[in-house]
């Protein structure tokens, strides 16, 4: 039986992305909350078409890009304990009774606790030649949840793939398994590291000239 789960979504690429996997895989959420920032982008235009939406799921829109206080209390009163996480850039939840009621789950690119914060991928590409794909619970912390698993990825023949759709679909497909297995999951402590922030273009350069990689065909 598949456990129930919500999913958070946005006006965002990866937010498709998720629904995509999800429809592929036949997972049904039993919510979608769509925070919508008013944006009417060509991701808002897309996400109204419910083109990987279920029949039967319970969807429910608020106007902001943040999860206010109002949000708080709907994801508080739903029925599902597992809440997927693909809201906007850069917002940490701060909602101590939520994150306490509910499992918000989030799919980091890089392998934590060592690849904290953002473009972590180039930086384990730097360091160690290898991608990672965390799934954690969110806390209060950036990417310093409950670590519930962490998968390797092959990287990608066309390195510019990274910054489109190579990092959208290694986190839906970590939140695929992570739905799949979750009765067989273990949690690991996420203890501290330092966060990487956005990596520096001639940094990242050096990242798409590199060709020493296991590159995926």
Do not use: W
């Amino acid at each position: 039986m598949q456990t129930k789960f919500a999913i958070l979504v946005s006006n965002s690429a990866r937010s498709i992305c998720y629904l995509k996997y999800l429809k592929k895989n036949n997972l049904k959420p039993k919510n979608i909350v769509h925070l919508d920032d008013l944006s009417n982008n060509y991701f808002a235009k897309f996400l109204k078409k419910k083109i990987f939406y279920f029949k039967s799921t319970h969807i429910k829109k608020f106007n902001t890009k943040t999860i206010n206080k109002e949000v708080s209390s709907y994801l508080l009163k739903i029925g599902s304990k597992i809440i997927i996480y693909s809201g906007y850039p850069g917002i940490i939840i701060k909602k101590k009774k939520l994150l306490k009621a509910k499992n918000i789950v989030h799919a980091h690119p890089g392998k934590l606790p060592e690849y904290k914060g953002s473009t972590t991928i180039y930086y384990s590409l730097l360091k160690e030649k290898k991608i990672y794909c965390s799934t954690i619970v969110l806390n209060e912390k950036i990417d310093s949840g409950k670590i519930v698993m962490i998968k390797k990825y092959m990287v990608p023949k066309n390195l510019k793939l990274i910054d489109k759709e190579y990092d959208n679909e290694i986190r839906a497909n970590n939140i695929v398994l992570f739905i799949k297995k979750l009765k067989k999951t273990n949690v690991k402590k996420n203890i501290s590291s330092t966060a990487y922030h956005v990596i520096h273009p001639v940094l990242r350069s050096i990242v798409l000239n590199k060709k020493k990689y296991k590159i995926r065909k």
